[in-house]
């Protein structure tokens, strides 16, 4: 069974930092590339950065551009998200999602809670 | 990196067929074939239900279609059912990024 399993939300203060982990299991990790995705309480979901399978692609939306830095291990088969500098906007649901191809997303895990506030 | 842009809400009775927009330009809808559409129920993670504009992964019902023109994308929920009840995102490839509709929510009266 093709599993994601977000871990490392909390509360935090504005300024601080935080890193998510997202354990896949049940596929082969290095093959896909691998997303955040991030949802605000009572909001929509926004896409927050993307890697390839191999690293070598890398991309971020503009609101966390110079503050989120995403990699992977793909011997640990775990996706993270390192985030500095966090700001009361950062507060969200955050999860990890497998890229079949072209951004169809077509596994989730449920989501971990980031919390940014003082 | 705007949102597409969806209607807030729809609603249908059990039975009837509603249909939910989604518009981008020719940089994201119009340029790529590769719009999907994601159900997201009450404190779950969303779920895959339309890829590549128009095809259902495997176990989704063929009740849900997708389609599209020019800049604007569609999902078509027929025989709605209660079940059906949640809000629904497009998203679109770009070059660099993936674009998510504003969402709507489907309610079925």
């Known amino acids: 069974e093709v599993q994601l399993v977000e871990s490392g939300g909390g509360l935090v203060k504005p300024g601080g930092s935080l890193r998510l982990s997202c354990a896949a299991s049940g596929f082969t990790f290095s093959s896909y590339s691998m997303n955040w995705v991030r949802q605000a309480p009572g909001k929509g979901l926004e896409w927050v950065s993307s890697?390839?399978?191999?690293?070598?692609?890398?991309y971020y939306a503009d609101s966390v551009k110079g503050r989120f830095t995403i990699s992977r291990d793909n011997a640990k088969n775990s996706l993270y998200l390192q985030m500095n500098s966090l700001r009361a906007e950062d507060t969200a649901v955050y999860y990890c999602a497998r890229d079949l191809y072209s951004s169809v997303l077509d596994c989730w895990g449920q989501g971990t809670l980031v919390t940014v506030s003082s | 990196q705007s949102a597409l842009t969806q209607p807030a809400s729809v609603s249908g009775s059990p039975g009837q067929s509603i249909t939910i927009s989604c518009t981008g330009t020719?940089?994201?809808?119009?340029?790529?074939?590769?719009v999907s559409w994601y159900q997201q129920q009450p404190g779950k993670a969303p779920k895959l239900m339309i890829y590549?504009?128009?095809n259902r992964p495997s176990g989704v019902s063929n009740r849900f279609s997708g389609s599209k023109s020019g800049n604007t994308a569609s999902l078509t929920i027929s025989g709605l059912q209660a079940e059906d009840e949640a809000d629904y995102y497009c998203?679109?490839?770009?070059?660099?990024?993936?674009?998510f509709g504003t969402g709507t929510k489907v309610t079925v009266l």
């Open positions: 998203s679109s490839y770009t070059s660099s990024s993936t674009l």
């Open positions: 020719s940089s994201d809808v119009g340029g790529y074939n590769y």
């Open positions: 890697i390839s399978s191999s690293s070598s692609s890398i």
């Open positions: 590549d504009v128009s």
